[in-house]
């Protein structure tokens, strides 16, 4: 069974620009959440969803948004890009939410 | 949000020492979680430990739910051990909040 997918892996951007990661769950899994690492904050709880619904969300400003598909993929969008968004963005699928997560290799966002 | 803290923060060891990590938790929890995170920032899941004890091969986690705290026991270090270890702890169904890791490094 294939593991969680995330793409693009490297990703670089200037400031004010936008940018959207994708993440492809675990085959029959259908919550996702997304993580923000750095090395001042470590994780950081961003979104949840479940079955196209945002169930739960974290402290963060109104440019970062998500949304997932019929098929369980999701995608992150950060629009006017910060240098501070500079991170590694993880994405983690389980069955309903409450249970044993698996995660994807991150997308490493590098804003210049 | 639920408080996590880890100890130590840093540790070394001899290839073939044993060494236990620690987690505390400032709330009542119904899920805890042990992740290794590898040199080229991979997650791996290593226990989902609400309670109780469990065991695989090399590694064993405790967790007293009842006292907020949880142990991850290494065994025999490998080199291959070396990494950042998170404890992550959830109360609502879908918001972990991951401890700063205890980062450790095995020498030859």
């Known amino acids: 069974k294939a593991g969680v997918t995330q793409t693009p892996r490297y990703l670089i951007k200037t400031r004010g620009q936008q940018v959207t990661l994708s993440c492809s769950p675990i085959?029959?899994?259908?919550?996702v959440s997304w993580y923000q690492q750095t090395p001042g904050q470590g994780l950081q709880f961003l979104f949840e969803y479940f079955s196209e619904t945002q169930r739960n969300k974290g402290n963060f400003p109104g440019r970062f948004s998500g949304r997932q598909f019929s098929n369980s993929r999701s995608e992150m969008n950060v629009s006017t890009l910060e240098l501070g968004d500079s991170a590694l963005y993880l994405c983690?699928?389980?069955?309903?939410?409450?249970?044993?997560?698996?995660f994807g290799s991150g997308t490493q966002l590098s804003v210049l | 949000g639920i408080q996590v803290e880890q100890s130590p923060p840093d540790l070394i060891l001899q290839e073939g020492a044993n060494s236990t990590l620690r987690c505390n938790f400032s709330d009542s929890v119904n899920n805890l979680q042990w992740f290794h995170q590898n040199p080229w920032g991979q997650l791996i899941n290593l226990f989902y430990?609400?309670?109780g004890t469990k065991q695989n091969g090399r590694l064993s986690a405790t967790t007293v739910a009842t006292e907020r705290y949880s142990l991850l026991y290494i065994s025999s270090s490998q080199t291959t051990d070396s990494g950042v270890y998170f404890c992550a702890v959830d109360n609502t169904g879908n918001q972990f909040y991951f401890g700063t890791g205890t980062s450790l490094t095995v020498i030859p």
């Open positions: 085959s029959g899994h259908r919550s």
């Open positions: 983690a699928s389980s069955r309903q939410g409450n249970e044993k997560l698996f």
């Open positions: 430990i609400p309670s």
